[in-house]
């Protein structure tokens, strides 16, 4: 077969072990021919786009980023946009298209996929925030990196007696948030789910110093508000898929708490530090399992779906329950993060 195949939205840890593993069983198991879009929708829409062969493949599987650039380009956004991605979709000779992305990028691939594109999806997000699959590749790295810093950021709070805020990405969803909060022993987690007032905040922070504890870690998701408005001066730049570019509630908190509580604070904004560098372990599986899933679905022609991860086995499951909606943290586990709020 010949496949054409996309990243697109944000990047993140994993993309290349997705890639690598689908050119691997493609091109030596199934004898497909692969062509990599460039830059997502971009790619098929301004046909631009490589010819993967094994030397593509070749010593990626620890990179960050992905191989074939990534973009948010939406063709929803151009007139005649959907036409001509599959104007061009014929014109590569395809047979199918495997689209690696989040909720924005899926939600384009479930629309091609209704308009008669064989399409197979691969859920891809730091964020961890799409539906009907248990993680998504990517999310284990970021966890892992804002812990680190939240480590890092103990020992300069401590020393220096201060109250630090770090604000981690997560626009709708505080998966991050809450597990790097939790593995990174935060006094307080504020995300989008759970929206607390500033005297909540504070409550932890004076009791902490009544009990000697003079430095306070504060971990606060970027699309994270407040019960009470005007805290937060965010930005309102919108991206091609009507995304407000987020980020700003950190340094509003830090300003508030330090003013209301007398305690020096400070604001660290993680931002794409996160979704750089090398992929965990646990990322390169998941991601090397989402490829091999992917072609075999093509192979299957299993169109319109999507990799899941359910437990520890790889599923197909609809694209559109993916997108439905934004999969937010669960009770359950913030409730385990808010013990350790005193
Ligand atoms: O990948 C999703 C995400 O990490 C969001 O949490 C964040 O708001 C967004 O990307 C920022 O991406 P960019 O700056 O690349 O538009």
């Not at 691939?109 to 539906?131: F, L, R, S, W, Y």
């Amino acid at each position: 077969m010949r496949i054409g195949l996309l990243t697109g939205g944000g990047d993140c840890p994993g993309l290349n072990a997705v890639i690598r593993a689908i050119g691997r069983k493609g091109i030596v198991q199934y004898k497909d021919e692969l062509i990599g879009l460039k830059n997502g929708w971009a790619g098929l829409m301004y046909l631009n786009h490589i010819n993967l062969v094994r030397k593509n493949l070749s010593g990626i599987l620890h990179l960050g980023g992905t191989i074939l650039g990534s973009s948010r380009t939406n063709p929803e956004k151009e007139e005649g946009g959907y036409e001509r991605a599959i104007a061009n979709f014929k014109k590569l000779e395809l047979d199918a298209l495997i689209v690696i992305g989040g909720n924005d990028t899926l939600s384009v691939a479930q629309k091609m996929h209704e308009m008669g594109v064989p399409i197979v999806g691969v859920p891809k997000t730091i964020d961890n925030d799409i539906c009907a699959t248990d993680m998504t590749f990517g999310f284990d790295t970021a966890v892992s990196i804002a812990t680190e810093a939240i480590d890092r950021l103990h020992t300069t709070a401590e020393s220096h007696h201060r109250c630090m805020v770090v604000e981690v990405m997560g626009r709708h969803a505080g998966w991050i948030a809450t597990y790097s909060g939790i593995a990174g022993g935060a006094d307080f987690v504020l995300i989008p789910e759970e929206p607390c007032t500033v005297d909540d905040i504070i409550e932890v922070v004076k009791g902490r110093m009544a009990r000697g504890k003079l430095f306070s870690i504060i971990v606060v998701a970027e699309g994270a508000t407040l019960l009470e408005p005007g805290v937060i001066a965010q930005s309102r730049e919108i991206d091609d898929f009507g995304n407000v570019r987020l980020g700003g509630i950190g340094d509003g908190l830090a300003r508030v708490l330090e003013k209301r509580t007398g305690i020096e604070s400070r604001a660290v904004v993680l931002g794409h530090v996160q979704r750089g560098g090398t992929p965990t372990a646990y990322d390169r599986v998941l991601g090397s399992k989402y490829g091999v899933a992917a072609i075999d679905m093509v192979h299957n022609g299993e169109f319109g779906m999507m990799t899941s991860l359910q437990g520890t086995k790889v599923r197909a499951v609809p694209i559109l329950d993916g997108i439905k909606e934004s999969k937010t943290v669960d009770k359950e586990t913030y409730e385990v993060a808010k013990v350790f709020f005193e």
